[in-house]
């Protein structure tokens, strides 16, 4: 960002763009996506969005970080302690799936279409937190211990979910019952083995 948002008009303003950036990305794709027309869904002046975003990369990695700040926020809200196995899965894949559903086609474009500003960093900052609150489920739920240690586990977690709700993004399979229930089926019998379908009821 060009500058960072200090008063609450501001932050409104800003937050304002980003959500009519994703409006107009899941609306218009990249080949549609100008920083006027987003301007004009967010009801500001084009001046008042220069102020804050340079250029459209800066916006596109603003629309981004506000998808990841909202993936990170469901893994901090994820409660393991005293539920079944099932029901924590399935709450974690129902809130992951509708957080890159809010506006349908969004991540397709994101991930297909919309250049990236800079290589993606699998050792930030966010990624250990991410990844730390998929090792705290594998401690609280794997049930079968192997040479394999719980962050390896935690890791392949973590990309076979980004992996198949991304995929259904592409297809517009994010609402599909049978995607959930099947990538619910999958991790549970990863950590608990054969006894997951019991689980699962």
């Not at 990695?61 to 993936?71: I, S």
């Not at 959930?180 to 608990?192: D, I, S």
Request: neutral net charge.
């Amino acid at each position: 960002m060009r500058k960072a948002p200090n008063q609450a008009r501001s932050r409104a303003t800003v937050e304002a763009i980003v959500h009519a950036g994703a409006r107009v990305l899941a609306d218009r794709g990249w080949a549609g996506f100008t920083t006027n027309r987003v301007a004009e869904v967010a009801g500001v002046s084009i001046g008042s969005l220069y102020q804050y975003f340079p250029d459209k990369l800066s916006l596109i990695d603003a629309v981004r970080r506000r998808h990841l700040e909202e993936c990170l926020a469901i893994m901090r809200a994820a409660r393991h302690d005293g539920k079944p196995l099932g029901r924590f899965l399935d709450d974690l894949v129902g809130d992951m799936m509708a957080a890159h559903d809010s506006h349908p086609g969004l991540h397709r474009v994101l991930l297909d279409e919309a250049p990236a500003n800079g290589p993606h960093d699998p050792h930030s900052a966010y990624e250990r937190e991410y990844l730390g609150h998929y090792a705290a489920a594998v401690a609280a739920y794997r049930r079968h211990r192997t040479e394999t240690g719980d962050e390896t586990v935690a890791m392949i977690m973590s990309d076979a979910v980004d992996g198949v709700i991304h995929n259904a993004a592409r297809r517009g399979t994010l609402r599909s019952p049978e995607v959930k229930r099947e990538l619910v089926r999958m991790l549970a019998l990863y950590l608990a083995g054969p006894s997951a379908d019991q689980d699962l009821g």
